[in-house]
């Protein structure tokens, strides 16, 4: 039993204890809700609802970690096609988050997916965390409006 199994034993199982309704979800369903939220990520977004965007994309990245949860404590981790649904949501949830923020955000995106070819291409999982990412900006953006660097910042998320 290596370390995986002891993060596994830590994490995973009191978050299924509490959860039990989550072993009868299939791990596909949790990353297709997770694609679901990501357009209203987007509006919210485009609005320039800052906080409701945060919560949100938390909300998308919460999901994205379930299903994972769910796909070892099913025994379904690891599966090939499992792994290739989880990447392309992924991806696509990126996407459609992205697209309500500057070039420099999109420009990201698109690196992300050829990052996600080669991934499955040589089958090591190489990509930026974007949506980790854009969650930790957004934060930042909230806490620093009144904050001298806050047009900068704007600039960069919004505008460019």
């Known amino acids: 039993m290596g370390r995986a199994y002891s993060v596994f034993r830590m994490i995973h199982k009191p978050v299924l204890a509490g959860f039990p309704i989550l072993r009868q979800l299939d791990p596909d369903m949790i ?25 949100m994309i938390f909300l998308v990245l919460l999901l994205d970690a379930l299903d994972g949860v769910v796909a070892r404590a099913k025994g379904q981790a690891g599966s090939r ?22 070039r420099v955000f999109i420009l990201l995106t698109i690196f992300n997916m050829g990052l996600a070819l080669l991934s499955c291409k040589y089958k090591k999982h190489a990509i930026i965390p974007l949506r980790q990412v854009t969650l930790v900006i957004l934060i930042a953006y909230f806490l620093l409006q009144s904050h001298p660097i806050f047009s900068i910042l704007d600039q960069i998320i919004f505008c460019w």
């Open 31 to 55: 990353s297709g809700l997770s694609l679901v939220f990501s357009p209203i990520a987007y509006l919210l977004l485009a609005e320039r609802a800052i906080v409701p965007s945060i919560v």
């Open 81 to 102: 096609d499992g792994w290739m649904v989880d990447v392309a949501v992924d991806r696509m949830s990126e996407a459609i988050i992205c697209l309500a923020l500057s």
